[in-house]
């Protein structure tokens, strides 16, 4: 299908469409069973005003991003140009729900006033975002690549392919199957019969494998369809200015947040620009901003977000139409409450087979596309995100077991939570500034080694990084270790002098 000459539609969009819209739902989909199971919230609430209002987010961006990908088709006169993917930022989708929905939940045991600090929090942090794209380009100039797609790395190997496979591989056999289809397919490039696109292929087989091994509950799916009806968007502006009030003591994590949506936003639109898609930097992150204030005008508590997988979804041939038949559908599923439908329909092991190519991409984006002599760089900045994710799992098992187990049980145990905690809070920020670190140190860059060191500390000073929450002096040690080895580094350099634009030699192949 064409539009001025440019193909905004193409066989090959569906493999990208079942892969983001897999990724989209699922999220949806653990967001609606959170909210009404642990926050229970009542489903009125969930069903008619917060899914719509982040399906209505959802098609917006998708809507901007298919424009942005089409503006660059036509600009460079290709027919090879793929959409940023969209979809709910998952790590706020959790922060949200854990520490403002159902913190204000539990101390006014009102539902409504806690989803009205929610829609206030997601607001401000559109405004956050918004004004990041000011900066962005700036920073995107200034960054590694190395540090940006290394970063980018360590979030796809852990949030995207780890927490896929695991999740999948609890049904072994439906998951094998499809993640065989999806090999084949995909990085095999076999053809699959008919003619069938690979993902849709894999989700075909998956689900019958599902249902003849009895799986899957009919009688679940049957009591699903109780949960369609029609559930447009409401405005809700009154709510949204009821919640700034609630929302005060929480409105500044909305700040640190907001600065990591938007520099990870960054490190995908250099992901994109790796595989020769170079969208607009500040273009990219204004819309996203712009569509999470507008979703939390209409009640979503949840922001967009710039979606890993870019080079993922190029390379089993997405292009434009992928991304908007994406956000259209979501759109349509919350809009008639079709979610838990599909849910019971489809075995998830089905579906996150997708997943875990798209992070076997992306962690391999950032070895192809960085100097071998950066390799180092991009190994250290995945560090943080692997205790990132190591934390979330030893939280959640305490959470599951409603256990609260000491700093020492934890140490005899041989499991170190306060390391885990240091190096995972604010992971996407604290890997991309000491990957940067050790490139400028390569590189014998040591002034800008030196002020890595100094934003170090000052984003520990407030919190932003290695700390649970924002503050002043929270971690004062950590914050005079930094300047401590900023000194040494300016130091060297003094000793040194002459050498600062001198790369270290290159290290010989094999050796």
Known sequence: MKFHGITVWQKSDLDGFFGLFTNNITNILVMTGALLYTV???????????????GLGLMLCSILYFWAGYRLARRENRDTVTAMPSGISVPHMFLMIYMIILPVKLATNDPLLAWQAGVAWC????????????????????????????SLAGASLTIIMTNAAVQSFELSYVALASFCVILLGFVAKRKMPFGLPAGLTAIVLGTFLGWVSGAMDAGSLAGSFSSIGLYPPVFCGGDLVSGMKTAAPYLVSAVPMGIYNFIESVDNVESASAVGDSYNTAEILAYNGVTSMLSAAFGSPIPTAVYIGHPGWKSVGARLGYCLLTGVAIFAISLFGLGSVLINAIPLAALMPILIYIG???????????????????????????????QTQIDNTASALGASVSLEAFRSAGIYYQGFSFLGNGSSITGMLWAALVVFLLERKIKPAVLVCLVCAALTFFGVIHADSVGFALMPAAVLAYLFVAAIIAVMFRIGRGEEEKPAPEQIEGT
């Open 40 to 54: 229970q919230m009542p489903e009125e609430l969930v069903y008619g005003r917060i899914l719509p209002a982040v």
């Open 360 to 390: 076997i991409q992306i962690g391999s984006q950032a070895f192809e596309h960085v100097p071998v002599r950066h390799f180092p760089a991009v190994i250290l900045s995945m560090l943080p995100w692997f205790a990132s994710w190591a």
């Open 123 to 150: 607001f401000l942090e559109g405004i956050v975002e918004t004004a990041g794209s000011f900066i962005g380009p700036w920073l995107r100039k200034r960054i590694p690549r190395a540090a940006m797609l290394g």
